[in-house]
């Protein structure tokens, strides 16, 4: 089958365009067209063959409803057992627009297109073009998203004609969709009003006209749900090819996290697909980066979203790090389709991978220079770099004599040691820092710009110990072997922890 692509516009041949598009939905074809929330993919909703070919051609499950898409309230009536006093309600207030209301639906709707259910979906889109397409078909248009099953849904005629040409009979082609995220769906047959798809008519905007509302616990969680509500809740969604990650936590954190997998991915040969806000793009020291709007701007967000997926499958990337857009309203729509693209695959730059250890001691010869190489001869997987520091080092000190002895009596020998300063360049996103006294701890938090209460504790304290480590520092081979004994009890603790962090 070949597809037609159908400029529409107010010109004549936009009529015509409307005029064919309208035919083919009334002969039982497919036509995809804008609405203002996504591109659909119409068929007539009264016709059982229809809905059948708008399965075949997305490649849906059959058991994933339709939504009926009507021009005017007469059209609802006709649909449904009866429209209750919050549906009319909730016409006057958000219709025509992106709100779709499920309803107990009548013999006129055939099963094919409600998926099977006793209920059906229905929607009156704004979109002067979807408006036309209505009512010069004389037809009520059963339309999902006009994408194959399981990609992010087309805003653009072009997302649809990559999907679905030859599989469908036209493309009405109206330009880009405003809102760019599907319709909020709310389900008026539950005793509370439920929503079962945040879009671009919030819960608040809800609430306000018609009281409570409840949100399906399933948009909220943070892992897909066992049991969704509503049959489409299930399937994965909004997917790009390469393997999306959400990163959350705070943002100068986030951006650190993402430029270290980066870096790590760059050293890998893998390319780096980077979802971001306007305020962080430049941040970003390497990866294909995509601007996603303003951080301010959720509207915008929402209107990139779906285009900037897409534009990744065109790439070479093959993992995707996105910012986190979690919010009210339109953030909690966009959130919900992100979590979906990513398949619930959300990481916490709050908790970010150590990947470099330093202790600090005083003179950076005895204790500091002890712990590292403990901890090493500690950590069998060898997962970190481990540095010794110390914060009063006038010069570069051989290893204190007497901590040389006490590791070389327990088979540890350092080479070619000199006692060197804490430094800032010492110190990145993914370091942490072991003071090994409180007192110390104090100083580094004062004196380095870049330790801070996240990334520098004290020893003894972060494993949960009463002692601090003792300094042995003009004591007797005794003091510095009970040093020894303090650090390696304290060290396997913090491996251990370090280890379940992770
Ligand atoms: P789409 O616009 O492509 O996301 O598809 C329409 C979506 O509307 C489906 O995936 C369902 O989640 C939802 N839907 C349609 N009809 C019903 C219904 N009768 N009950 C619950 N949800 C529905
Ligand atoms: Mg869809």
């Known amino acids: 089958m070949e597809t037609l692509v159908l400029k529409v516009d107010k010109s004549p041949q936009g009529e015509k365009a409307l005029d064919k598009a309208a035919e083919i939905i009334k002969d039982g074809g497919l036509v995809a067209f804008p609405t203002e929330t996504v591109y659909g993919l119409g068929g007539d909703a009264k016709n059982p063959r229809s809905s059948k070919r708008i399965y075949k051609a997305k490649g849906r499950p059959s058991d994933n409803p339709l939504i009926v898409h009507i021009a005017n309230m007469s059209q609802l009536e006709e649909i449904v057992e009866e429209v209750p006093e919050v549906a009319r309600i909730l016409a006057d207030n958000f219709?025509?627009?992106?709100?779709?209301?499920?309803?107990?639906?009548?013999?006129?709707?055939?099963?094919?297109?409600?998926?099977?259910?006793?209920?059906?979906?229905?929607?009156?889109?704004?979109d002067e073009i979807a408006r036309e397409l209505i009512i010069r078909s004389d037809c009520m248009i059963a339309a999902p998203s006009a994408n194959v099953s399981g990609k992010p849904s087309p805003t653009l005629a072009s997302h649809v004609y990559k999907d679905l040409s030859g599989k469908i009979d036209a493309v009405l082609d109206g330009g880009a969709a405003i809102i760019g995220l599907e319709s909020t769906i709310i389900d008026l047959t539950s005793d509370i009003p439920t929503i079962l798809r945040p879009g671009a008519i919030t819960k608040n905007m809800l609430e306000q006209v018609i009281g409570r509302v409840d949100i399906d616990p399933s948009i909220l969680e943070k892992k897909e749900a066992d049991k969704p509500k509503a049959p489409g809740m299930r399937y994965k969604h909004y997917a790009p090819k390469a393997e999306l990650t959400i990163v959350e936590g705070n943002?100068?954190?986030?951006?650190?996290?993402?430029?270290?997998?980066v870096r790590e991915n760059d050293n890998k040969g893998i390319?780096?697909?980077?979802?971001?806000t306007s305020e962080n793009a430049n941040k970003y020291i390497g990866g294909n980066v995509k601007e996603v709007g303003s951080a301010a701007d959720e509207e915008g967000i929402a209107h990139n979203l779906y285009n900037i997926l897409r534009e990744f499958d065109d790439t070479d990337v093959s993992v995707i790090y996105s910012e986190s857009f979690d919010g009210d309203g339109i953030r909690a729509a966009v959130m919900n389709r992100l979590l979906k693209a990513a398949g619930y695959k959300v990481v916490s730059a709050d908790r970010v991978a150590i990947k470099r250890i330093i202790f600090v001691g005083?003179?950076?010869?005895?204790?500091?220079?002890?712990?590292?190489s403990i901890f090493e001869s500690l950590d069998e997987d060898k997962d970190y770099e481990v540095l010794a520091r110390g914060l009063l080092v006038q010069f570069p000190e051989p290893?204190?004599?007497?901590?040389?002895?006490?590791?070389?009596?327990?088979?540890?020998e350092i080479e070619e040691f000199s006692a060197t300063q804490l430094s800032d360049d010492d110190i990145n996103s993914s370091t942490i820092i072991f003071a090994m006294e409180e007192t110390l701890r104090s100083k580094v938090l004062e004196g380095y710009e870049k330790a801070n209460e996240d990334n520098t504790f004290t020893l003894s304290s972060y494993v949960g110990?009463?002692?601090?480590?003792?300094?042995?520092?003009?004591?007797?081979?005794?003091?510095?072997?009970?040093?020894?004994?303090?650090?390696?009890?304290?060290?396997?603790k913090l491996i251990d922890l370090l280890k379940q962090e992770r």
Do not use: F, H
Request: aromatic content about 4%.
């Open 465 to 492: 110990g009463e002692l601090e480590i003792p300094n042995p520092y003009g004591g007797d081979l005794q003091l510095y072997g009970l040093c020894y004994e303090v650090l390696k009890d304290t060290l396997t």
């Open 271 to 276: 390319n780096t697909g980077i979802i971001a």
């Open 251 to 261: 943002s100068s954190k986030v951006v650190a996290y993402i430029n270290s997998q």
């Open 399 to 412: 290893l204190n004599p007497k901590t040389e002895a006490v590791l070389a009596g327990n088979g540890i």
């Open 362 to 372: 005083k003179n950076g010869s005895s204790r500091s220079p002890m712990a590292a």
């Open 95 to 126: 219709w025509p627009g992106p709100l779709t209301m499920i309803l107990k639906k009548n013999k006129v709707v055939p099963k094919q297109t409600t998926g099977g259910l006793d209920t059906v979906a229905i929607r009156m889109p704004s």
